[in-house]
């Protein structure tokens, strides 16, 4: 996937709350969603607050050996005066995931692949991973978990913790988008609410974010 390579500026506490409200702004938030496609001017982007830690790094590469379990892990760094850090996502291939180039030959046990996992908006849990193209065995798929623990319980940032939460929590799901100023798409997702993450299982290389 190509795109979404604007500088990022960490806005400013009344920028973000003009992004959650337009956010909210687009339907009830408590109402029941069977949609599974959104297009740019509907997205309901999870945001991380105000003083969220900004990441270790937003862009890091690793050679996957068909063959060998492999993967890579992008933290937060420390709040200020803590050594301890928090995971904002993990990503990990199986023995067997890998199956085809982008030009549609065979991967071999002992190939390897050069995979790249940039987090283009760190803000509102945008990620893209690259080569486009590569697929993965539907038998051995490689799972991305991102965690939504920076958010915290007050997922809708209206000062209280209760119901509307919970909906949105339950709600929660990664979803794909092929190309820029494409629509984005659902996927099957699931939600650990005792490890604030979702986990999903990836075909192929894309776009990807979290939403409810």
């Known amino acids: 996937m190509k795109g979404l390579r604007m500088p990022l500026r960490r806005p400013h506490p009344s920028a973000l709350a003009l992004v959650i409200f337009a956010a909210l702004s687009c339907s009830d938030p408590t109402a029941p969603d069977g949609v599974n496609e959104r297009v740019s001017t509907d997205l ?20 996957a050996v068909k063959g060998k379990v492999s993967g890579v892990d992008i933290w937060y760094r420390p709040r200020a005066g803590r050594t301890d850090s928090t995971k904002f996502l ?41 080569p486009s193209g590569l697929r993965f065995a539907s038998s051995d798929e490689p799972r991305l978990k991102i965690s939504f623990a920076a958010c915290g319980d007050d997922l809708n940032y209206d000062g209280k913790v209760d119901a509307a939460d919970l909906v949105l929590l339950s709600a929660l799901s990664v979803w794909r988008q092929e190309a820029p100023f494409q629509s984005w798409f659902k996927m099957s997702s699931t939600v650990s609410a005792s490890v604030r993450e979702v986990d999903t299982q990836l075909g192929g290389f894309t776009g990807y974010a979290l939403m409810w």
């Open 44 to 63: 309901r982007l999870l945001a991380a607050p105000y003083g969220t830690p900004p990441l270790a790094t937003t862009s890091t590469s690793f050679y």
């Open 90 to 130: 993990e990503f990990r291939l199986g023995t067997g995931s890998l199956d085809k180039r982008p030009n549609g030959t065979a991967i071999a046990i002992g190939d390897s692949v050069l995979i790249t996992l940039t987090v283009t908006d760190p803000m509102h849990f945008i990620i893209e991973l690259q």
